[in-house]
């Protein structure tokens, strides 16, 4: 018997927007169960899915698996095609390892930056305004020029068809959208932004990022 699985998390979570996409690519039916980190109750609900208390969680009947990266990998085993890995052994690898690259270093960084100017404020939390300068002043540039070397196909990060790498990296296309009080200039970085364009009007992301923002706003609405 087919079950659906349930995501536990909030799709302002740029981890949470990466397994959806997923799911949504393989035309996976899911169910969301939203759960805010900074809600009390919330957490303590999380703590008993994740012991990290940390989003998305997936769970299909008793399996309960924490984690973007395991969760998608989970999905792939399961739901083979239509396929976010690729079968080339070093375009698998290159993969692997741009999805790592994201959820280390591009994600948090964003995060970093988001966090402190736009959730601290609504959650009544203090903000690290030194953090967010030395992010936008030295990581995403360090970031933004390694991608934009990496990067030789516009459309797609590894090969010739949107993987887990796109899923991962593409999350960065949310600067297209009214997420932050700000507007990162990246035009220095030709094929990096060409990328990004594309991945922001591509209808997989758009829709998630368009959920999240319309998530975000009624937040603020109620703060």
Partial sequence: MN???VIYGSVISPYVRKVLIALN????????????PFNESDKKLILTLNPLGKIPVYQEGEFVLSDSSAICAYLEKKFPEPAIY???????????WMEEYADTHLIPSLITVFFNTVLAPIFNR?????????????????????LDKEIVNTKFIVGDQLSIADISIGQLAIIHFDFFDFKIDISKWKRLSAYINNVANNDLFKNEFLVALERLNKIRQRC
Avoid: C, G, M, R
Avoid at 86 to 96: F, G, M, R, S, V
């Fill in 86 to 96: 690729p079968e080339n052994n070093q375009d698998y690898a290159k993969t692997l």
């Fill in 126 to 146: 203090p903000s690290n305004h030194e953090a967010v300068e030395t992010t936008l002043s030295s990581t995403l540039p360090h970031i933004f020029d390694y």
């Fill in 25 to 36: 690519k393989k035309k996976i039916p899911y169910d969301l169960k939203p759960l805010n």
């Fill in 3 to 5: 079950v659906t699985p």
